[in-house]
């Protein structure tokens, strides 16, 4: 019996937003409320910014291939407006170039899960209360079909 294997691999965009929806499910299981694609205060942009029930800010920077991850190299400036911040990567991403400090989540499109805790860094009162009233508006304007991507 001959038997071929069809190999099949998705592009770039793909693969993120099937990792980006599996991540998103993930939080969402884990009691936070999800937004992707969010511009912070310093112009980056968080592929998922979550709020959890105390109101903690979590980020979770997407990297679809080993060159999206070496190709940007800004994960840094996310920290500074999240209590948590993980990398969420697909099954077949090469982890262990990935550094050691955040955390890490694996997902597909169905869903994901944690390998490594992120570590917390509580913000600020005052930058808190900016972002989650920010957060806030922003996932008001989108719920009601605005087009906003921006924390203001």
């Given at each position: 019996m001959d038997v071929s294997v069809t190999v099949v691999s998705a592009s770039r965009p793909e693969t993120t937003a099937t990792v980006t929806r599996g991540?998103?499910?993930l939080l969402t299981a884990l009691?936070?409320?999800?937004?992707?694609?969010?511009?912070?205060?310093?112009?980056?942009?968080?592929?998922?910014?979550?709020?959890?029930?105390?109101?903690?800010?979590?980020?979770?920077?997407?990297k679809s291939s080993l060159e999206d991850f070496r190709t940007d190299l800004k994960w840094h400036e996310y920290q500074p407006y999240c209590d948590a911040f993980a990398?969420?990567?697909?099954?077949?991403?090469?982890?262990h170039i990935l550094p050691e400090e955040p955390g890490l989540i694996v997902a597909d499109?169905?869903?994901?899960?944690v390998l490594r805790e992120a570590p917390v860094a509580a913000l600020a009162g005052a930058r808190r209360k900016a972002l989650t009233l920010a957060f806030g508006r922003l996932a008001a304007l989108r719920a009601a079909g605005v087009q906003a991507v921006d924390l203001e």
């Open positions: 991540a998103a499910r009691g936070y409320a999800p937004l992707a694609e969010v511009t912070l205060p310093n112009g980056r942009r968080a592929d998922l910014m979550a709020l959890g029930r105390r109101g903690e800010i979590f980020i979770v920077e997407v990398f969420a990567v697909g099954p077949e991403f090469p982890r499109g169905f869903g994901g899960a």
